[in-house]
């Protein structure tokens, strides 16, 4: 049996622009755990008054990186956690976190694949630590992203994505852009729907293991096409994160 | 119930540890409304409220919820026929 799940005091050792609202998070920590891709850490601020916020952000890093966590945090405009790591943490700073939590939105290269990964907005997060795991891994499980965002200016890891899919065997990555979309794009232009998701599984071969991370509504609907278009449930793991921002 | 407020039980997994002392969410549970038998991250979750709702993925029946205060939390899981969890 595990040990249970202790808060720590992390020291954020950098911090990097994804995207305008987006920012990734070094966390070096005292009793890291090593994690799987796809897990989770809490974080808790507390006011003067001793009042409490906490939330949940995924860690983006691959567990190879050991003694530190990367946590990629879209800035929630009202929101009472994210506004305070976008305008105040900095470099040197302490954060109280637990984890790394979380035993079934989870992929390592032994549950095998193909693996089709959908991801809304930040719900990329996760992902990213399952490609990023599966590269460091030399993994060659073939493995599909198909990733909507707003405008290309929201696309988080954008150089890491098309670096990773140029050199990285059986990695494809498929992007749509809901919003708006830059002169010359090539990519789909509409939200995720039946017939998106039949181009990206024809790719890539038989019973794929499929991961959706994103807004509520998007993972609903995918989790529902992906199912109607042949995959059994069980091979279905969803992540909802809220509403749409 | 506003559904594009709903989240998967992964969100309160780090609550779930505190009361269970581990990580549940890919321990199975049974509910007890429609005998659906499932991962404990797959039921849905309802966070905005004074407390949080654990519902069944299937038949949206309540499963588990619980309630904070300063010292206590109070927890009643009897929409859950059971829960399975490894002790070793």
Redesign the interface.
Known sequence: MPEPLAWQIGTVTAVRPESAEVKSFTLALPAWRPHRAGQHYDVRLTAEDGYQAQRSYSIASAPSRTGEVELTIERIPDGEVSPYFHDVVRVGDKVEVRGPIGGYFVWEPALGGPLMLVAGGSGVVPLMAMIRERAAAGDATPTALLYSSRTIDDVIYRDELASLASSNHGLQVVQTLTRSQPPGWTGYARRIDSEMLGDVLRGLGPQPLAYICGPTLLVEATANGLVELGLPPARVRTERFGPTT | M???????A??V??DL??MF???V???MHCCSHCGNRG????LLAYIHGPGIVLRCSICHEVVVRWVRTPTRTYLDARGAAYMEV???
């Open positions: 506003d559904d594009s407020l709903m989240l998967d992964n969100a997994a780090g540890a505190e002392g581990y990580d969410t890919a321990s991962a404990m991250a797959t490894a002790t070793r």
